[in-house]
């Protein structure tokens, strides 16, 4: 069944059921196929058609949903931007994908204005102001025939060259992942499924909230994260799935409403976009709270590893295969190493990407033989648990946002005196890691820092170091390791 055949089902059989819970209201399962069925009548009305692009710069708020089914049953690619990015990084994904629309709310009507006025074939829509329409109490668009392996979401990923790639992911690879998350937590129509990750990354949209949408669940969504209120929500929605990255959760955890013993319906949580402290597996299971780890990437639609709630107690393994995927560790040469042998992760289904948008290199570079090449690097116990160990990418991890350093080296070799520039994380107890740039060269370190604001904020190297060379190896190539020993913790 595709994304709108599943919520029409819902629509039918609990049309009156609670389908999603947010600060703008309430939406029962047949006000959501209704108000998707307008959303459809209105791409029309805007002249858009199947395969043209549509923007959303928007807060968690229910009309990305909306968005979400109508763009599945007409056929349009929605492309959710992230709204922590600087306006220059968020004029090259419009450059990139070109969409007709960008549908946005208040919180960025000035980003969405400075983006029109740089491509005059932009239109702006609001977003997030919608209301039910009183006299359309059962409306139904046109049926319309859509492929389930044609493009869905292009979703933008930090690129390791400097400039990020659109991956595309098809209708088949969102509900393939989907299904895995459900067999991840065994969720029912009986849950009630707590969102305050961003919907713009497909981590914070696909693995737990369209999920529970599909299944007949209840989705309880906020529009930005904030600890107090999400541990409140806990207890007073009766949240028994919840979905986080170690940030924040951790801020979960230290605030000062946090009460285990008042979140009975509260069945577990998953976590995953980085490397998960286990010192933070400890706390919450010591709490008497099931955390179960959730490996993928945006090209993974994302789930593709991951625990089942009775394996939370295996603490620092990210799990097992999917049922619906296939995975393989090999090592440089492409061949399989075995069990406790550490190889890169790679990963076989339709969960993946059909393509990078418009980039059949790097499409070439990560996909071998219908296998997704991750760049991560795990390990296999001999009992088919998978336990990650590092990146082959070199990859910066700040507060569940991916940073490639390329990004910020292009910025920083234009600063006047800088020879050498290299960027690696510095461990924080707040972000997890931050971005530090080590250069080589006269520069001065407030023109460095200065050179970086047209940076999304998260982005910018937090301190500047100077040596006299960075360590490279016999080949020339610069040496991470040794440049991250430059920059103490």
Known sequence: MSLYQRLQTHAEFQPDKTAIDSEAGQLSYKQLRVLTDWCVEYFHALGLKAGDRVAILALNHPDWFIAAFAAARSGVILVPMNWRLSVDELKYVVEDCEPKVVFHDQEFADTAAELQQSFNHLRLADFGTASFPPEATDYKAASHSVDESAPFLIVYTSGTTGRPKGAVLSQKAIICSAEMSQHMTDLTADDR????????????????????????????????????????????????????????????????????????????????????????????????????????????????????????????????????????????????????????????????????????????????????CTGDVAHRDLEGYYWFDDRLKHLVISGGENIYPAEIERVIREVAGVNEIAVVGRPDDRWGEVPVAVIAGTADKAAVLKSCESLAKFKRPKDVVVVDALPRNALGKIQVQRVKSLIGS
């Open 193 to 372: 499924v707590l969102n305050v990750l961003p919907l713009f990354h497909v981590g914070g949209l696909n693995i737990q909230p369209l999920p529970a949408l599909l299944y007949g669940a209840t989705l309880v969504l906020h529009a930005r994260f904030n600890p107090d209120i999400a541990v409140e929500a806990l207890a007073s929605k009766k949240i028994t799935l919840i979905n986080s990255v170690p940030t924040l959760l951790q801020s979960m955890l230290d605030s000062s409403n946090w009460k285990p013993e008042s979140y009975h319906a509260l069945r577990a949580i998953s976590i995953g976009s980085t490397d998960v402290p286990v010192t933070l597996i400890n706390r919450v299971h010591d709490d008497g709270i099931p955390l179960i780890q959730v490996y993928g990437a945006t090209e993974t639609g994302p789930v593709a590893i991951y625990q089942r709630i009775e394996h939370a107690g295996r603490v620092g393994s990210i799990g097992r295969p999917g049922i619906l995927c296939n995975v393989r560790l090999c090592n440089e040469d492409g061949v399989e190493v075995p069990d406790g042998e550490p190889g890169e992760i790679q990963i076989r289904g339709d969960n993946i990407l059909t393509q990078y948008w418009r980039n059949d290199q790097a499409t070439a570079d990560c996909i071998k033989q219908g296998w997704f």
